[in-house]
C-alpha cells in the first residue's frame, strides 16, 4: 500500500515537472484505407529504434503475435539503429515535419509523448481505450503519463527499470570483491572500483553520449534522493545547489572508471565486456536482461543486478508506448498494431524477449524470469521516479540539451563546464514552460 501512494504521488509529481498544463488538442488528423476496426489490410510500418541484436529479438517476438492476430496486414520494419532512439528520433521529427509518417511510432510514456500531443501529431485514441476496456487494464500511474485534458494517446507495451548496475561476479572475486553484496552507497562503490581497477579489469563500462546521460541520472538520483531528484524537473531543486555540484563531482569521478573508447560505443557493446568478462560493472537499463539471456548467461551465475548503489528502493521508471500518428496513414493497420500490443499475448510475448516487465497488471509475474520477477516487485512496492535518458521526465529540448553538456565533458573533463551547461539546460527549458 505505501508504494502504491508513494507511487502516485510521485508520479503526479513527475507530470507536474513536465508542465501538464495543456490545452486540449484538436484531432485534425486525416486517415485512409482502414475500415476503422483493423480489418482493412495493407502495411503497417511500424517506427521503433528496436533494430538490432536483443531488441530486434523483442521486437520480432511482437511482430509474431501480430501476425497471428491480425493476417491481413503485412508489418513493416521501419527501425532506425541507436539506442534510446538517439538516431530514430531526429529521423521521426524530419518525417512528422514534411508530413511522412509510419502507422505508428515508438514514444516513451511522459514528457516525450507531451511534446508530440503539444505539436499535434498524434491523435486522440481515448475511443479506442472505451471500446476495448483497456483503461481497466494498465495501471492507472501509467495511464496519466498518456493523457493529456482527459484525451490518452498511446498504448504502452512495456515497463523498463533504468537503476540498475549489472556486474560479473568472476571479474568482482579476482579483484576480492564478494558479489553477494553490492555496495550500499556510492563511496562504498567507489572502493570497489579501485579494486577492480587495480586488478586490471575494465571497473565500469559505457558507451556514447546517451549512455552518459543515463549514468549521470542515476547519479543525481542516489546523491539527491527521489524528492530532490523529481525537483530537478520542476525547478525546484537548483541545479546550482551544493548538493547537486556534489553529485555532479561524483558523476566526473565516475566517468574515470570507464573505458577510454566510450564514445565508440552503444549500449550492447558496453553490456557486452561484463558478458565476456572485460569489465566489471555496467550501469544500463533493464533492456541488457535480453542481451544475457539472449547469450544463455544464468542470472546470479553469470551475472548479478542490483539497484545503482544509494538508490534501493526507487524505481527509475520509462515506458516504450505506440501512438497513431496525425497525417495520411493505414488507420486500420495501425488500430490492429495496438490491439496486439495491449494483448495479453502481446504482452507476454515481448517483455519475455525484451527484459522488461507488462504494462498490463494482469500478468502471472512467476512466468518471467528470476530478474524480471524482481522488477515486478520493485515497480510494485518501490517509489517511482521518471528516467531522464528515456524520455519521462523531461521534453526531447532539454534531454538534448543536457546530452550535449554530457557529450562535451566526456570530451574535455571540465567539470565546471558541466555544472554551468546543465544549469543552463535547466533554466532555458523552464523559462519555456513557464
Ligand atoms: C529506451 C527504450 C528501451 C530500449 C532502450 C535502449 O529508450 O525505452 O525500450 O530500447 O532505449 O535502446
Known sequence: MKGTIMRRTTVIAALAAVGLTLSACGDDGESTSGDGNGNGGGEVEVFTWWAEGSEKAGLDALVEVFQEQHPDYEFVNGAVAGGAGSNAKNVLASRLQTNDPPETFQAHAGAELTDYIEANQVQDI????????????????????????????????????????????????QAGIDPATPPASLDEWFTQLDAVQASGATALSIGTDWTQVHLLETVLLADLGPEAYIGLWDGSTDWASPEVEAALDDYAKLLEYTNTDRQNLDWPDATQQIIDGKAAYNVMGDWAEAAFQEQQQKFGT???????????????????????????????????????????EGQKAFNLAKGSIPARTDVDASEYPEYQQTAIESFANDTIVPSLAHGAATPVAWLDAVTQAVSRFSANGNVDDLKSGLADAAANNLQQEG
Open 126 to 173: 481515448s475511443n479506442l481505450y472505451d471500446e476495448n476496456g483497456w483503461s481497466d487494464v494498465f495501471p492507472e500511474d501509467l495511464l496519466e503519463l498518456l493523457t493529456v485534458d482527459g484525451a490518452i494517446y498511446s498504448v504502452p507495451s512495456n515497463i523498463h527499470r533504468a537503476n540498475v548496475v549489472w556486474a560479473n561476479p568472476t571479474v568482482l572475486e
Open 302 to 344: 553469470d551475472y548479478v543486478a542490483f539497484p545503482v548503489p544509494g538508490t534501493d528502493g526507487v524505481f527509475d521508471f520509462l515506458a516504450d508506448s505506440f501512438t497513431l500518428p496525425v497525417g495520411d496513414i493505414n488507420t486500420g493497420g495501425t488500430e490492429a498494431w495496438l490491439d496486439t500490443i495491449a494483448s495479453p
